[in-house]
């Protein structure tokens, strides 16, 4: 299989060195500046549970170096997704797959969902750019359950399980699905092949909606922020109303925030990507993780009062720390 991962941090590092250590597979990557040097200096690394692993890159630049790809695997930052998405046309064949394993909700979202409204979110894909580069017959859907980091370009630092949710956009199984879950369970991934994975989508936002924008604000890490009451009554609140807007979206959560606190105190003080990002003064991924969700709200004509105020309180913040863009002259924040 011929596969090109675009973007090699942390995620799409730890993908990139399990594939070429572990699955005799030699995935190519589009990266840039200190993240392109390092991998043509020492290749694919990784620290993954203690163990390193380290093969030769094939990397390039640009996606006119490459050609036809059979799978495309997307481990950008959200603010990066418009700009990499208007120059994939070269990666893509006729039934080459593009698999985003990103945070937060995906541009192909509602698309996938017969009933909701299919047009572009513009938080997550204004004047939807992204759905125009990349068709929804050639999306395969990703959640990435793996706690990583990147002490320095070039190298993903992973601790704990590597598991991967993989299906198709609008439910059900495919040979396809199959095929990628099989590749990536030779990498060593712990592999899902689901029936609904807008639903498992959902499911892992519902904690991220609140634990990464909250670590922001006040850089505290997982335990500390569930180890405060008044914070952690602050977060239980939006996750109802995340709750209750993904009942409308046909994504029902049966455990309450009290159950899913439990599952995520695990990662004891461990800090958030977002909280990575802030420290390392990078931008941050508050629209698909957050300004989506108040989206979709909205056009539920659902109220989110204190998911507005997760929203608001972190856009402000990153705004100030050139993390985010203001609105434009005239135009809504």
Same mark, same amino acid.
């Given at each position: 299989?011929? +596969?090109?991962?675009?973007? =090699?941090?942390?995620?799409?590092?730890?993908?990139?060195?399990?594939?070429?250590?572990?699955?005799?597979?030699?995935? &190519?990557?589009?990266? $840039?500046?200190?993240?392109?040097?390092?991998?043509?200096?020492? #290749? !694919?690394?990784?620290?993954?549970?203690?163990?390193?692993?380290?093969?030769?890159?094939?990397?390039?630049?640009?996606?006119?170096?490459?050609?036809?790809?059979?799978?495309?695997?997307?481990? *950008?930052?959200?603010?990066?997704?418009?700009?990499?998405?208007?120059?994939?046309?070269?990666?893509?064949?006729?039934?080459?797959?593009?698999?985003?394993?990103?945070?937060?909700?995906?541009?192909?979202?509602?698309?996938?969902?017969?009933?909701?409204?299919?047009?572009?979110?513009?938080?997550?894909?204004?004047?939807?750019?992204?759905?125009?580069? +990349?068709?929804?017959?050639?999306?395969?859907?990703?959640?990435?359950?793996?706690?990583?980091?990147?002490?320095?370009?070039?190298?993903?630092?992973?601790?704990?399980?590597?598991?991967?949710?993989?299906?198709?956009?609008?439910? #059900?199984? %495919?040979? $396809?699905?199959?095929? *990628?879950?099989?590749?990536?369970?030779?990498?060593?991934?712990?592999?899902?092949? %689901?029936?609904?994975?807008?639903?498992?989508? !959902?499911?892992?936002?519902?904690?991220?909606?609140?634990?990464?924008?909250?670590?922001?604000? /006040?850089?505290?890490?997982?335990?500390?922020?569930?180890?405060?009451?008044?914070?952690? =009554?602050?977060?239980?609140?939006?996750?109802?109303? &995340?709750?209750?807007?993904?009942?409308?979206?046909?994504?029902?959560?049966?455990? /309450?925030?009290?159950?899913?606190?439990?599952?995520?105190?695990?990662?004891?003080?461990?800090?958030? %990507?977002?909280?990575?990002?802030?420290? &390392?003064?990078?931008?941050?991924?508050?629209?698909? +993780?957050?300004?989506?969700?108040?989206?979709?709200?909205? $056009?539920?004509?659902?109220?989110?009062? /204190?998911?507005?105020? *997760?929203?608001?309180?972190?856009?402000?913040?990153?705004? *100030?720390?050139?993390?985010?863009? !203001?609105?434009? %002259?005239?135009?809504?924040?």
């Amino acid at each position: 299989m011929r +596969i090109c991962i675009i973007g =090699a941090g942390a995620i799409g590092g730890l993908i990139g060195a399990r594939l070429a250590a572990r699955a005799g597979c030699q995935p &190519a990557v589009l990266a $840039r500046g200190a993240t392109l040097r390092a991998l043509r200096e020492h #290749g !694919w690394r990784a620290d993954t549970a203690g163990e390193v692993l380290q093969a030769p890159a094939r990397v390039v630049e640009h996606a006119e170096e490459l050609g036809e790809q059979d799978l495309v695997i997307l481990a *950008v930052k959200g603010p990066a997704l418009r700009e990499v998405a208007s120059g994939l046309a070269p990666l893509l064949g006729e039934s080459t797959i593009v698999m985003p394993a990103m945070n937060g909700v995906p541009w192909w979202f509602c698309a996938a969902r017969p009933g909701l409204d299919p047009t572009p979110l513009r938080s997550v894909d204004p004047g939807g750019r992204i759905a125009a580069a +990349i068709e929804l017959r050639r999306v395969l859907g990703c959640v990435v359950h793996a706690t990583t980091s990147v002490p320095e370009p070039g190298l993903s630092l992973h601790r704990g399980p590597a598991r991967l949710i993989i299906g198709e956009p609008g439910g #059900g199984h %495919s040979q $396809r699905a199959e095929q *990628v879950c099989a590749v990536l369970q030779l990498a060593g991934f712990e592999t899902v092949h %689901s029936e609904d994975v807008r639903r498992d989508i !959902w499911y892992k936002l519902w904690g991220n909606l609140t634990m990464n924008p909250v670590s922001a604000l /006040t850089g505290a890490t997982i335990e500390q922020m569930l180890g405060d009451p008044l914070v952690l =009554a602050f977060c239980n609140s939006a996750m109802r109303e &995340a709750r209750a807007l993904g009942e409308r979206l046909g994504c029902p959560i049966e455990q /309450t925030p009290e159950e899913r606190n439990q599952i995520t105190m695990r990662l004891g003080a461990f800090k958030t %990507s977002m909280l990575q990002d802030l420290e &390392a003064g990078r931008a941050l991924e508050l629209d698909a +993780i957050v300004g989506a969700v108040q989206e979709l709200a909205g $056009r539920m004509e659902l109220p989110t009062p /204190t998911i507005d105020a *997760v929203l608001g309180l972190t856009r402000l913040m990153a705004r *100030v720390r050139g993390l985010y863009p !203001w609105p434009e %002259s005239g135009a809504a924040a």
